[in-house]
């Protein structure tokens, strides 16, 4: 098939009328559109509740646990009563 012979079935195919559309189609597909832009609010509303309650939760504990303090060292004893130069 040449170039020119897919062309002209191309344009055959394009010409012809498109086939009629149940009257149906039209309800079934606003509902099911409808129904999907649902799901998706709802995924996305679950998503940032998710985000939210993550984010309460990291600061709750950074609040309590203070990750960024240095913990109290245990190897050396501190350094009272004895003499120190420049007291």
Same mark, same amino acid.
């Given at each position: 098939? %040449? ?44 998503? @940032? ?18 990750? @960024?303090?240095?913990?109290? %060292? ?14």
């Amino acid at each position: 098939m %040449s170039r020119a012979d897919r062309e002209a079935a191309a344009r055959r195919v394009l010409e012809r009328r498109p086939p009629p559309v149940p009257p149906e189609l039209h309800g079934d597909a606003v509902r099911l559109g409808a129904r999907l832009l649902r799901r998706r609010r709802a995924a996305l509303r679950l998503l @940032w509740l998710v985000l939210l309650a993550g984010s309460v939760a990291f600061t709750v504990w950074a609040l309590t646990v203070r990750p @960024w303090v240095e913990p109290p %060292s245990e190897t050396t004893p501190p350094l009272t009563g004895w003499w120190l130069p420049g007291d």
